[in-house]
């Protein structure tokens, strides 16, 4: 999968890097040579300090310090620090937020194509494959135009590693999610349910609670990353082997009255630091998936058994009865449905 990730990042990210990076050219100078801020944003994320994507959130808000020499100011915001995760999305649309790393299938009723975006169930596992459909197969000009009717500026995508369900007890068949109450928002939800469980929407600072309280039985996380920072496998010790999606793909979104505010160099620096985030996110999480994997199993986490033909079946049946739902859902999911089919 990654072998595609550096072909990627060489012809897509590494060249908008280049592009962004000779646009700003002539206006970059050293932090030591900044001045007083021209504009004051506020950046909104949805992971606690100190955890790992955490500090790559702080890294891009910097690099758009450092990239502006001091022009743009970018407070970051973490979990449970005055906006909660569902309303990343609307604090950053009417403007109480300036910049916003959402996740939208917390958002599904306010914007439809998110939970498209993000990766339905069935989808591509392959990151070259699913980046292409950004930049070259037309994902990016709908989402811009989708994301500019809700007051909102679109930035580089994001791609993380593939969502799996840690539960409290294992799952030995698929039939095992018979009744189980599991933390998985928007389409991750809808797809469970397809298998007999019933789905929560909780933000990410929720989970470890949930769990250790028997709110819910288990839970998916953006990544098993988030599953190794949120300690919870102190509380939920099973992995089921097959993810609900392969990747994922995730905005950073900005107040577009606040965009337009920029002038035109500084709107080519923010872009050219959300292209550095992107390839950061992409590389750090390849290289954190095994440590991660390795910490929660010192912590006793296991792997459920692998799942037979007959499970991997229905498994997938599941995920491939959401397309044709979510395609009705408004305009633009439709059009990013019919790219996925046609390519």
């Given at each position: 999968?990654?072998n595609?990730?550096?072909k990627?990042?060489?012809?897509?990210?590494?060249?908008?890097?280049?592009g962004?990076?000779l646009?700003i050219?002539?206006t970059f100078?050293?932090?030591s040579?900044?001045?007083?801020?021209?504009?004051?944003?506020?950046?909104?994320n949805?992971?606690s300090?100190g955890?790992a994507?955490?500090e790559?959130?702080k890294?891009?808000a910097?690099n758009i310090?450092?990239?502006?020499n001091g022009?743009?100011s970018?407070?970051v915001?973490?979990?449970?620090e005055g906006?909660?995760?569902?309303?990343v999305?609307?604090?950053?649309?009417?403007?109480?937020i300036?910049?916003?790393?959402?996740?939208q299938?917390m958002h599904?009723?306010?914007f439809?194509?998110?939970v498209?975006e993000?990766g339905?169930?069935g989808?591509t596992d392959?990151?070259?494959?699913?980046s292409?459909?950004f930049h070259e197969?037309?994902w990016g000009?709908v989402?811009?135009e989708?994301y500019d009717k809700q007051?909102?500026?679109?930035?580089e995508?994001?791609?993380?590693?593939?969502?799996?369900?840690?539960?409290?007890?294992?799952?030995?068949s698929?039939?095992d999610?018979?009744?189980?109450k599991?933390?998985?928002?928007?389409?991750?939800g809808k797809f469970l349910r397809n298998?007999g469980?019933?789905?929560a929407s909780l933000?990410w600072?929720?989970i470890y609670?949930?769990l250790?309280t028997?709110?819910i039985?288990g839970?998916?996380g953006s990544?098993?990353i988030?599953?190794r920072?949120?300690?919870?496998?102190e509380?939920?010790?099973?992995?089921?082997?097959l993810p609900?999606?392969g990747?994922q793909?995730?905005p950073i979104?900005?107040?577009k009255?606040a965009?337009?505010?920029l002038?035109?160099?500084?709107?080519?620096i923010v872009?050219?630091?959300?292209a550095v985030?992107?390839?950061?996110q992409?590389?750090?999480?390849r290289?954190?998936?095994?440590?991660a994997?390795a910490d929660?199993q010192?912590?006793?986490?296991?792997?459920?058994?692998q799942p037979?033909?007959a499970d991997v079946?229905?498994?997938?049946?599941a995920?491939?009865s959401?397309?044709?739902?979510?395609?009705?859902?408004?305009?633009?999911?439709?059009?990013?449905?019919e790219?996925?089919?046609?390519n």
């Amino acid at each position: 999968m990654f072998n595609t990730l550096r072909k990627l990042q060489k012809k897509t990210l590494t060249r908008k890097v280049a592009g962004y990076a000779l646009a700003i050219s002539s206006t970059f100078f050293t932090v030591s040579q900044a001045f007083a801020a021209e504009h004051n944003w506020r950046f909104v994320n949805l992971y606690s300090r100190g955890t790992a994507y955490g500090e790559v959130y702080k890294n891009f808000a910097e690099n758009i310090e450092t990239m502006s020499n001091g022009r743009i100011s970018v407070q970051v915001m973490y979990a449970g620090e005055g906006v909660g995760q569902t309303g990343v999305f609307g604090s950053v649309k009417s403007g109480l937020i300036t910049m916003g790393a959402p996740f939208q299938p917390m958002h599904a009723g306010e914007f439809p194509p998110g939970v498209v975006e993000v990766g339905l169930p069935g989808m591509t596992d392959d990151v070259g494959e699913l980046s292409a459909l950004f930049h070259e197969k037309g994902w990016g000009e709908v989402l811009e135009e989708a994301y500019d009717k809700q007051n909102l500026v679109w930035l580089e995508p994001y791609i993380q590693l593939p969502v799996y369900i840690l539960t409290k007890e294992p799952i030995t068949s698929v039939e095992d999610f018979e009744g189980l109450k599991i933390r998985a928002p928007g389409a991750y939800g809808k797809f469970l349910r397809n298998l007999g469980a019933s789905p929560a929407s909780l933000s990410w600072s929720e989970i470890y609670t949930s769990l250790a309280t028997g709110v819910i039985d288990g839970s998916i996380g953006s990544n098993l990353i988030d599953h190794r920072d949120g300690n919870h496998v102190e509380v939920a010790k099973y992995m089921y082997r097959l993810p609900i999606a392969g990747a994922q793909a995730l905005p950073i979104v900005v107040n577009k009255n606040a965009w337009n505010k920029l002038p035109e160099d500084l709107q080519a620096i923010v872009r050219g630091a959300s292209a550095v985030h992107a390839r950061e996110q992409m590389t750090k999480s390849r290289l954190w998936e095994s440590q991660a994997v390795a910490d929660m199993q010192s912590k006793g986490m296991e792997w459920s058994p692998q799942p037979n033909d007959a499970d991997v079946a229905k498994w997938n049946e599941a995920a491939n009865s959401l397309w044709s739902e979510y395609a009705k859902a408004d305009k633009y999911s439709s059009r990013l449905v019919e790219i996925i089919q046609n390519n």
